[in-house]
Structure formats: C-alpha cells, structure tokens
C-alpha cells in the first residue's frame, strides 16, 4: 500500500458565524450563537421560525461574471465563496499545478433546494414551457464539484458525494484516499447547503427534527444539555485543500495538520435514528482509529456530530464511551453546531476546519447552551467556554439520515 502522507495547507467557509476563517474562528472561541430568526421568507405558518443563516453574502463578488453567479444555486454560491478563500488560503494561485493531478470531491447533502421550489411555483403559475432551462443544473448535487472544477481546471477525478448530514466528511476522506493512492496530488473537497428555504424548513419541522425555541434562537441548539428539542437547520460551506505531503513541502505551502485516519460505516439500522448504543458510529470511530495507527488515549479533542437531538446526542456519547473506555471522560468534546447549528452537508468540513484551528492555535471551542446536562450525556463537552491546551490528534464525528457515518482523524503536522 502506497505510504504517501496527506496533508490540509488551506481551509475557506462561509457560515452563519462568519464568512471567512478568521471571522468564523473568533466568533467560535468568544461561544457566540449565529442562530437568529429567519428574516428571509415568511414562518407564519410554520412551527419553527429560527435557523442559522449566512449573513451579509454578495454572490457576485465571488464569480467572474454575474451572470454566472446568477445561474447557480444557492448552495454553489456558498462553495464558491469558501473554495475562493481555502484556494487562496493555499497559496494554489501562485504556483503552477499539473491539472490532470487535481481533483475535486466536493457534495451537498440536498442540493439546490432553492432552485427547485422557485421553479416548481413556475410550472404550477406559468406552465411548463416557463421553467428555467438551468433548473436542473442548479439543483443537481454534483454541480457545485463541476463547476470548481472548470473555475480552477483541475482536470483530474471530480465527483459530488450525498451522504446528507456526513457528505463533507465522506468528501474529506475519499479525497485522502485518492491522494494516497496516487490518483492526484492536491483536492478541494468538503460540502455546502442552503436548504433555509421553505420547502426545507417544512420538511425538517414535520419531521418534528428541528427545535421550535423561537423565542430564544440564540440559546436553540443546545447539544447534550437535558432541555434540548431538534437541531437547528443551518446554511454555509466548508472548503479543506488537501494536499500529498512532498507537494505541499515542494512548493513551501503552510501545513495546518496531516489526515491521518478515515473510517466509514453504515447503521444499516433506520432511516433516520441512529442504531442503539451508537453501533455504526463506533465502528467508524475504531476504523478510524485503526488506520490512523492511533489508541484512543492519543486523542485530545473530539468534534461531535452533537446536534441537539435527544436521542442522537445520547448515542453519540454511548458511541464514544464504547470506544474510548475508561479514557473517554479525560478526552475533551464539543459541538460547534451549538453555535451555528446544523450545516447539514456542509457540517463536516466547516467541523474539520474548527479541529485544525484547535490543533493550530491550541484553543477548543465550547458547546455552549450545556446549562442542564442531559444525565446520560456524561462527557466533558467543554460547557460554554473556550479552552485551551495542547492538541495533538483531534477526532471529527460526521452522522447522517440513512445510517451513514463519517470519522475523520488529524494530527499535528511533525
């Protein structure tokens, strides 16, 4: 097997935190909450009215062209603006790339929700012969992948994953394996969302998922904590440059962290609940753990998948406590969705940047809103304030609707 290393020398995101990585990064360790009411359409009629939403984004300043920023969803918008940041982020402007070496693996967990409610309305208003020839286009989940593609003419593999909510996750780790394969040298990978629209938060609320805490939205999304009631639906991006080591050493580029380990599993379970005692989700974490050649004592931080789900935050921490043992209460956890809700899609790169800026800076953010912990959430998830010390290995949790999960390994770059 091919011992190429592989390594993150640039990060971008757009969240309802921030729309860059320093933004983001000071928002997060001062455990602000980007969860607002939703000013963009009317909730009269809908149960929740609350979602994290990106705020103050100007599509155009992000595209060539406006038209072309006009012909694209929502949730490509999004990845442009993260993948504009990650790429310059990595200095990748100022060097010269073999484009048939890069790659792209980048998805969205729904798509360009958007598009296809904006279109529907046209066929019931207008009729068919009004509908919008770049419908599909901007509502399929692969577009966001091709279209950086020809932005940056990577000419090497290109493809969008669907996992829903471990898209990102699964993204990141199929790029490292392609890179250590020798399938390319550099990717831009992760996942984007916009599904703030109102066919999205319908689905979401009649699936009784999402918190109705209207009155609060900035104290909504409490993971682990006894008072909990539905994630918060959320929009953004995150964009991670991975890179094989001696590429990245070649041209001098700013190393954040190696990925050292990837474990996939399905629940094979349910279509939404996760299976008892968190089972697939163990089982990702020990894959991970396995190939990253890693004990779980050398883990100091584990990004939650942590939702605010009530039954998914308790399996989450069965699942931790099944793999870590007797260790699993030294072992510091947080969920950043605490603070900017659930990106859906987007969630695991958006999550992998926090875990690098951890290792990077030595900070761990807080899961803020643990003001009554859930009994049987008995970890140390880091409640409401930012700690630091020293990080070395960090654990990324990605879970999502079918059963699928995502864990991702980094280390500190020696």
């Not at 900035?218 to 001696?246: H, M, N, T």
Request: with cysteine; hydrophobic share 40%.
């Amino acid at each position: 097997m091919s011992q190429r290393r592989v390594v993150v020398t640039g990060m971008g995101v757009v969240t309802p935190l921030g729309n860059d990585l320093p933004t983001f990064w000071n928002n997060i360790l001062e455990s602000k909450s980007g969860v607002s009411t939703i000013t963009t359409f009317d909730t009269t009629l809908f149960a929740t009215k609350i979602a994290g939403q990106v705020k103050n984004f100007t599509p155009t300043d992000f595209f060539k062209n406006p038209k072309d920023a006009r012909r694209c969803d929502r949730y490509t918008q999004l990845a442009f603006a993260a993948a504009k940041e990650a790429y310059a982020n990595a200095g990748l402007g100022s060097t010269s790339l073999n484009p048939e070496r890069c790659g792209i693996i980048f998805g969205s967990g729904i798509g360009g929700l958007q598009s296809l409610e904006d279109q529907h309305g046209t066929l019931k208003d207008r009729g068919p012969n009004r509908v919008s020839p770049f419908m599909i286009p901007m509502m399929i989940s692969n577009i966001a992948s091709g279209l950086l593609a020809i932005e940056y003419n990577f000419q090497g593999p290109s493809f969008a994953i669907v996992t829903a909510c471990a898209t990102a996750s699964h993204s990141i780790g199929e790029s490292w394996r392609l890179i250590k394969d020798d399938e390319g040298d550099v990717f831009i990978t992760g996942g984007s969302e916009a599904a703030v629209v109102p066919i999205g938060l319908g689905g979401f609320s009649a699936m009784k998922a999402i918190s109705t805490r209207n009155d609060q939205p900035e104290r909504a999304s409490r993971p682990f904590d006894k008072g909990r009631d539905g994630f918060v639906l959320s929009e953004g991006a995150g964009v991670i440059v991975l890179e094989e080591l001696e590429h990245a050493k070649k041209r001098g580029a700013k190393i954040y962290g190696e990925i050292v380990g990837y474990g996939a599993t399905t629940d094979a379970y349910h279509m939404t609940s996760p299976a008892p005692g968190g089972a697939g989700a163990a089982r990702a974490m020990k894959r991970a753990l396995q190939l990253a050649n890693l004990n779980p004592s050398d883990i100091q931080y584990i990004n939650a998948h942590g939702t605010s789900t009530p039954q998914g935050d308790i399996c989450e921490t069965q699942a931790i406590k099944s793999v870590f043992g007797d260790k699993a209460k030294n072992v510091w956890v947080s969920s950043t969705k605490s603070m900017i809700g659930h990106l859906l899609g987007a969630a695991g790169s958006v999550e992998l940047a926090v875990c690098l800026k951890a290792i990077e800076t030595g900070n761990v953010p807080p899961t803020i809103n643990l003001e009554d912990p859930d009994p049987e959430c008995d970890l140390d998830y880091v409640p409401n304030t930012a700690r630091s010390g020293k990080i070395n290995a960090i654990m990324n949790n990605s879970f999502g609707f079918g059963g699928h999960n995502a864990c991702i390994i980094a280390k500190k770059f020696v």
